[in-house]
């Protein structure tokens, strides 16, 4: 049996995925061999296929997946074959077999589907990481969330809910009833000013925004804020759009960020991502798998695509801005 796997050989359109065959990887001592059963797709790996974010080619998009174990590494000590498993790979989850290191995975319990277990791991670990520690929020904190009805804005919205954290979120006009029902309270941000909005809502401003879309509009997000409040940028979707090098896209997306950081006053700015080395991953993860089999939070599932056909998700995430997220079935 071979290996299945979407690799771009350089930056560039969805045309730049191509699918490889190859002999099934073997883990290294701390590693697990996972059978894949769902794969995300996300925002990122557009920025990777794009050259936005910084790669090295040849490459394999895919931030999160969810299988069995195949086989484990001589020192691995948390799992065994047979297991269920729901693992952060950063890069490299669109293929079949993965070997990851077991620090990056954790347990699935009998009677999740690999679908919504893969959707909760890049999403929902970040939503989470965003709330409790990027913008350190508590019980009785409000926030702004952009893209309110996305795939990370739907997970703000369940976990602020469950955190007991007020939450206000941009959405365009179509998706206001989704936003209303995860339990937001929505701002069209096509037809009305937010911080306007903002400012009517709250009289003082909320206590933290989270900006996934970075550039001018980090400026407007800042005056959203109270006067202790917290910016916590966590994406660049302004940098995917627009002519020009890629690179340049990113520096003017960025650039406001470090203005804002410099303003004297008692207001914070911070950027989040998360990453295979980000601190608490694995612990957040399992707690975001275990909301899940308990029901406390349910994310909603867009379309799900075979491997082969990793472009058409690509281009499906791209043009139809879909609510929910968007599965690769290896
Ligand atoms: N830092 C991290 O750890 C981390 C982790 C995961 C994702 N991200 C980033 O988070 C961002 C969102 O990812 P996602 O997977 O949630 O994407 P998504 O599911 O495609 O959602 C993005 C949402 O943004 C909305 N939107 C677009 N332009 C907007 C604007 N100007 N104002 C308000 N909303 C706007 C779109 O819906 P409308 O129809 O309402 O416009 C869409 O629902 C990306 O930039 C991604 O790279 C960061």
Known sequence: MLNKRIVIERAGGVEVLKLIEEPIPQPKANEVLIQVRASGVAFGDILFRQGISPATYPMTPGYDIAGEVEAIGSAVTKFKTGDTVAGFSGTGGYTT?????????????????????????????????????????????????????????????????????????????????????????????????????????????????????GGNHLFQSYKALNKKGRLVVFGVSSAVKGEGNPKIRLIKAMLPFLLLKLTPDSKSVVISTISTKTKGLQEDMAKMVNLLNEGKIKPIIAKAFPLAQAAEAQLFLEQTKPVGKIILQP
């Open 97 to 213: 077999y993965i070997c990851l290191p077991e620090n990056q995975l954790t347990t699935v319990p009998d009677g999740l589907n690999p679908e919504e277990t893969v959707s909760v791991v890049l999403n929902y670990t970040a939503a989470y990481q965003l709330l409790t520690k990027a913008a350190g929020l508590k019980s009785g904190n409000s926030i702004l969330i952009h893209g309110a009805a996305g795939g990370v804005g739907t997970a703000v919205l369940q976990l602020a809910k469950i955190l007991g954290i007020k939450a206000y979120g941009t959405v365009s006009t179509s998706k206001i009833a989704l936003v209303e029902k995860e339990g937001g309270i929505p701002i069209d941000y096509t037809k009305t000013d937010f911080v306007e909005q903002i400012r009517l809502l709250t009289e003082k401003g909320v206590d933290a925004v989270l900006d996934p879309i």
